[in-house]
């Protein structure tokens, strides 16, 4: 018997409020900002898994995100696309991905900054965390760069930043 079966069966009991769970979200959001942002998660690395399931079996493909929290989602919950690759805080001194890298997955970077770099870049899906969640990540474009054209010696320098 659990403890709920144990408190019905001596006559307490509680009312049971039903909340949405995009409500429950707000209020982790209002109280711990980074905790709200990393509902969705497992949401994202989906949508980035079946972009990569999109592609060849046989492409060069790197994961590269805006920020670390979107980069430690895909290496938390999509480990076979792992390490992704982020300009963002530490995760900028591990390195670009490597240069034989055929196709990006974005997330969380402009398309148009994309395009400076590679010759097709294209939005393949959205970010969408299950929960109608306002947060940073709900809504983020996946982009698919293709025909990269500048060397990442140079393309990554461009894409550190802190914050």
Not at 123 to 147: C, H, K, Y
Request: proline share 8%; charged share 20%; no cysteine.
């Amino acid at each position: 018997m659990t403890r709920v079966d144990t408190a019905e069966a001596v006559g307490f009991r509680q009312p049971v409020a039903r909340v949405p769970l995009a409500a429950v979200g707000a209020v982790v959001t209002a109280v711990n900002y980074d905790a709200g942002e990393t509902v969705g998660w497992p949401a994202l690395a989906a949508a980035v898994e079946r972009a990569r399931d999109d592609l060849p079996a046989d492409a060069r493909v790197a994961v590269l995100t805006g920020n670390y929290g979107q980069a430690g989602a895909v290496d938390r919950f999509a480990p076979r696309l792992a390490p992704a690759y982020s300009g963002h805080n530490s995760y900028w001194t591990w390195g670009p991905p490597p240069e034989d890298t055929d196709v990006v997955l974005a997330v969380g970077l402009p398309e148009e900054q994309l395009a400076r770099w590679f010759g097709q870049v294209a939005v393949v899906d959205r970010v969408d965390n299950g929960v109608e969640l306002d947060n940073d990540e709900q809504g983020t474009p996946i982009l698919r760069a293709m025909d990269r054209y500048v060397p990442w010696s140079e393309i990554w320098p461009q894409l550190r930043h802190l914050g």
